[in-house]
Every structure is written in structure tokens, then in C-alpha cells.
């Protein structure tokens, strides 16, 4: 399987692969291919997978796509601004937040990942369900506005909004934190909280909110009457 990132406003990855080779996606995450492809829809890992990866943020059904042919092209593409991260999963196991997995080769499985403390998924938001990469192979990862990464030693902090903490490794312990003083939760306009990372391990963020981009344009649609 060879790869080429494609595009940089709302980028693409497009996939070559060898007969016999298979990529798959979330339902509709597929944007253009070649002739000699297959596609077979299914619930991956059973039915309480798959509603796990619906929980976060995925579809119920994964499509496979595999080649009959050499070199047959297949393409995903993002959709939203922003970038994609390609992801070794034999080397580094990520958990990322809900919506990122865009596809992988069909020995990775996203699933569902659940924080240790209930409160920090209860009140941050879409901290609650998030998802890990496991199994070998490549993934890719669609992020939200530009990537930044961070290194944290160890006992090393970093406090991100909520919508800007797009993965980390699983070495990153991850909690959220309550804003203090009333007065910066009524007009701080950062929210109520915020997630604390504590290294060691990578931490890869996003400059875009999506909530935030969301409700903003939202807030734009005019009402009726």
C-alpha cells in the first residue's frame, strides 16, 4: 500500500493498492477510486463495536474497499479545513477524539475509549467518549484547522480547551479541571472547563474548535419572522 497526501485547504489522502489489498472507511468517507475495487459494508467487530464507534462519533457500518486488481486508487477525503495525520499504529497508540478516525487498513480498529473518571467525560463535553487506534497498520486522522504537537516530559502540564485537544499517546494522562473564580466563567468566554494533559508523551492539538465554528455559524442564520 502506497499513500500521497493530497490537497491543502480540505485535503485528501489517496491510497494505491496491491491486488488483494483493502482500505476501509466510515460510511461515506469515500471520495473517489478506480476501477477494480469491491466494496463490502459491515459491522466490524460485531454489533457492541459497532455502536461503540457510533458513540464516538463514527457510523455503525465500516466500508471495505478491496482491490482485484494491482494498483488500484482509492481516495478519502477530509470535510472539514484542516489536515491529515497519518498514523503508524504498530508504532504509536493514540487515543483521539471523537470523529477523527477518516480510514485505515482493516488490521487497525478504531473503538470506543471511555476516560478513567466519569466526571471528566460527564462535564467536558466530548471528553466523555473518545476513540483508540489499535491492531497494526496505517490509520489517518482528519484534524480540525492546522496540527500543532507537543512534547510534555514527565509531570509536564498542558491546560486546551476541550475542542482543540485533537490526540495524545496513551502514556498522556487526561483529565478536565474546573475554571476558577465565577467571574472568569461569566465573562472569561473559555467555558466552564478545561483539559488538563500531564505527560510524558505526545499530545497533538488542533487549531480549530469545532464546536466553536459551528456555533458561530449558527448563530449567523438569520430566524424566521
Known amino acids: 500500500m502506497e499513500y500521497k497526501l493530497i490537497g491543502n485547504v480540505i485535503p485528501a489522502v489517496e491510497v494505491t493498492l496491491h491486488k488483494g489489498e483493502a482500505m476501509q472507511t466510515q460510511s461515506g468517507g469515500m471520495a473517489w477510486m478506480s476501477q477494480g475495487l469491491t466494496l463490502e459494508s459491515n459491522v466490524k467487530g460485531g454489533l457492541a463495536r459497532g455502536i461503540g464507534r457510533m458513540f464516538s462519533g463514527e457510523s455503525l457500518f465500516l466500508a471495505t474497499y478491496t482491490a482485484e486488481k494491482e494498483n488500484a486508487v482509492i481516495a478519502f477525503a477530509a470535510t472539514v479545513p484542516g489536515k491529515i495525520l497519518p498514523v503508524n499504529v504498530s508504532e504509536t497508540k493514540l487515543i483521539c477524539q471523537k470523529?477523527?478516525?477518516?480510514?485505515?487498513?482493516t488490521t487497525v480498529e478504531p473503538k470506543v475509549s471511555?476516560?478513567?473518571k466519569f466526571s471528566s467525560g460527564f462535564f467536558g463535553g466530548e471528553g466523555f467518549i473518545l476513540q483508540e487506534l489499535t491492531g497494526t497498520g496505517m490509520a489517518f486522522l482528519?484534524?480540525?484547522g492546522d496540527l500543532v504537537e507537543k512534547n510534555l516530559g514527565p509531570g509536564?502540564?498542558?491546560k486546551v480547551d476541550t475542542g482543540n485537544v485533537f490526540a495524545f499517546e496513551k502514556?498522556?494522562?487526561y483529565e478536565i479541571e474546573t475554571v476558577k473564580g465565577i467571574k472568569n466563567v461569566l465573562f472569561g468566554g473559555e467555558g466552564?472547563?478545561?483539559t488538563k494533559l500531564t505527560g510524558p508523551g505526545k499530545v497533538y492539538l488542533q487549531t480549530m474548535n469545532f464546536a466553536?465554528?459551528?456555533?458561530?455559524?449558527a448563530s449567523?442564520?438569520?430566524?424566521?419572522g
Open 114 to 116: 471511555f476516560t478513567k
Open 220 to 224: 449567523s442564520i438569520p430566524s424566521k
Open 212 to 217: 466553536e465554528y459551528t456555533g458561530r455559524i
Open 192 to 194: 466552564l472547563f478545561l
Open 171 to 173: 502514556s498522556v494522562s
Open 142 to 144: 482528519e484534524v480540525d
Open 99 to 105: 470523529g477523527a478516525f477518516l480510514c485505515s487498513q
Open 156 to 158: 509536564e502540564v498542558y
